[in-house]
């Protein structure tokens, strides 16, 4: 009698831009890492540059990363044929699948049901990262969002510190009005104390469409070699148009030694040091509603620091 075929088991982290989908991949992986398993990570970027691939790279788990475009609508042959090609080569696996926050969950989910259909891996849970900080300010994404959040099998309310109680509770009856099974968490930095999260079965049904979310949305790098200004960096960040959604990246700053990882969302932004060994390439990269770039990119150039001889 053969050898029963060992089957994958993939989860879909979602999400929107600065949600905190990055942090919960660390916190998991960190986890399963210490169990002396090694996880599998399908990352996608919406632009041409992977940050977070850089940022969740582990030399104790493999990353394939997808950059270029969004895996729900125009790089679903990708996502697909990546899945296929971890299935294969280590069946048994656990797969983390995680989307740009641009993505609809459904179009991931139809992206690699040819995988699931064949039996060689099973969906284990679909989790939703939502930014209680953010709540309900997300205007035009507000559909995408939804869609989101109706997909999901677990929930992270994310952020918590960041809003009032008050707040919290309006959230909670808002999503049970778009999900009614899903296990709600509430979290802060993406960490959170169920191992449970990891030992589900998805009660998702197939979704049987999926709409094309990347077109409204552009992303732009700048590559930049030389130090800024913190201070100016900082003020330039405080400034940012509500067009430019999201925003990470790599820096040096004038009178600090090392890289500085930024990040930015919805105008709240962080400059923290980047404490691992190699080093990432100098840029950040935006993504944004359609928006003229000139007067970014200008007031962006007067953050270098001045050189003084």
Known sequence: MPEQTKV???FIISGFLGSGKTS???HLLDREIKHNRRPYVIMSEFGDIDIDGLLASDYRIE?????????????????????QEVVE?????????????????AGIILAILPVIQSGAAIIGNVITVYDASRHPLLGQDRELVKNQLALADTILINKTDLALNSKIK????????LNTRAELITT???????????NRKSGLKIPSSAGATSGSFRSFGFEIESALSRKKLEKWLKTLPESVVRLKGFVKLDNHNGV?????????????????????????????HPIRMDGLVRRLQNCVAEVTN
């Open 170 to 177: 309006d959230i909670i009856a808002a999503i049970r009005e």
């Open 63 to 83: 990353l394939k990363s997808i950059v270029g475009g969004c895996v729900c609508c125009d790089l679903r042959d990708e996502l697909a044929l990546a899945l």
């Open 188 to 198: 802060r930095y993406g960490i959170i104390e169920d191992a449970g999260i990891l």
């Open 8 to 10: 994958s088991k993939v």
């Open 260 to 288: 500085f990882e930024v990040q930015s969302a919805y105008g709240q932004f962080s400059i923290t040091p980047f404490d691992r060994p190699e080093e990432p390439p100098l840029m950040l990269v935006l993504i944004t």
């Open 24 to 26: 919960l991949l660390k």
């Open 89 to 105: 080569r280590q069946p048994g696996s656990t797969v983390f699948i995680e989307s740009t926050g641009i993505a609809d969950p």
